[in-house]
């Protein structure tokens, strides 16, 4: 081939590139451009819809009317409520013939969470919002409308017993000596990590353990935790157990601890002694909770269907721990 016919094809390769690269550019600016149309036309739908925190909205939940704040329903960031009332949503949402926004679910359980959410707004580390308490029958029921809400991590399952329930400490390893009919486990005046166990075992429903912290040496280290019921600790070591699950307090090593394996959270150092602490087995929804005084709370997702005891471990010498409410 000829130098004329090689630069000729050289030529024709060139011009083919760049028409090549010219359709890929135009299409990309095409491409582009219609995103930029989307987004300003985005723009002012959203700029169509002004609104304010202190907004007033109206709601009808199944039949029964509601009034509250746009900033009261908007507070959990994520859930559907503050999805459906940022504003972006305004024109989409559901209305009844007198214009607010219509929910058609249990008018008692959107009750539960309003009142819920007023409390938070003006809550404090020092007084927190309490959770909502809802009769046994309708727990299961008002739980998945939490869920459907997005507000499972924020409001956690809870209901009301009837009565409360009788625990107490049992079965515990040597250096541990139980007081008060088992209401009290106590540390001896060595150091060393040391179990005690509950004596009742928690198959279904869902468990409130409010445990008091009566001695904690230098707030260093406690674990509150449950353990499987068919897994009997052969030595000191019942915090590192398969089945084991809870919290380390204190500051230590604090943290999670998730089938026997720890994970630091320092969120969790600032529990001192005289502290109560709640732990909330939900042994039906898979869930085991803990409530900090400072308002504070965390989750564990553990196996549904299983069998739990109440689990404390003491390390240091004289730490003191209660059964202060079971229900």
């Not at 869930?287 to 003491?314: A, C, D, M, N, Y």
Request: net charge negative.
């Amino acid at each position: 081939m000829s130098c004329t016919d090689l630069l000729s094809k050289f030529d024709d390769l060139v011009k083919r590139f760049k028409e090549e690269f010219k359709e890929i550019v135009e299409g990309e600016r095409d491409k582009m451009k219609a995103e930029i149309e989307a987004y300003q036309a985005e723009k002012q739908r959203m700029k169509a819809v002004d609104v304010s925190d202190d907004d007033i909205i109206l709601l009808n939940v199944g039949g029964q009317k509601f009034t509250s704040t746009r900033s009261t329903l908007c507070q959990v960031e994520g859930s559907l409520l503050a999805t459906m009332f940022s504003g972006r949503w305004e024109d989409s949402v559901k209305r009844d013939q007198d214009g607010a926004v219509f929910f058609d679910v249990n008018p008692q359980y959107f009750g539960y969470i309003l009142d819920y959410l007023r409390t938070k707004k003006i809550a404090s580390p020092e007084n927190p919002a309490e959770l909502p308490k809802v009769p046994r029958d309708q727990a299961k029921n008002f739980n998945t409308f939490v869920e459907y809400l997005g507000l499972s991590k924020e409001i956690v399952p809870t209901e009301i017993e009837t009565e409360k329930l009788s625990e107490k400490f049992n079965s515990h390893s040597p250096g541990i000596s139980i007081q008060e009919d088992g209401k009290v486990a106590v540390h001896d005046s060595s150091v060393g990590h040391k179990y005690v166990l509950g004596e009742n075992v928690y198959q279904h429903g869902i468990t409130h353990f409010k445990l008091k912290l009566e001695s904690f040496q230098n707030n260093n280290w406690i674990m509150v935790a449950i353990l499987k019921a068919d897994v009997v600790p052969q030595s000191v070591g019942s915090y590192s157990l398969s089945g084991c699950n809870g919290w380390y307090l204190g500051t230590a090593i604090p943290g999670v601890i998730e089938n026997g394996s720890h994970t630091t959270n320092n969120m969790f150092n600032a529990t001192k002694q005289g502290d109560t602490v709640e732990l909330v087995l939900d042994c039906d929804g898979g869930k085991l909770s803990i409530h900090l005084p400072t308002g504070q709370q965390s989750h564990i997702e553990i196996p549904k269907s299983q069998s739990w005891r109440l689990h404390v471990s003491l390390l240091y010498a004289n730490d003191k721990i209660r059964i202060a409410e079971v229900v």
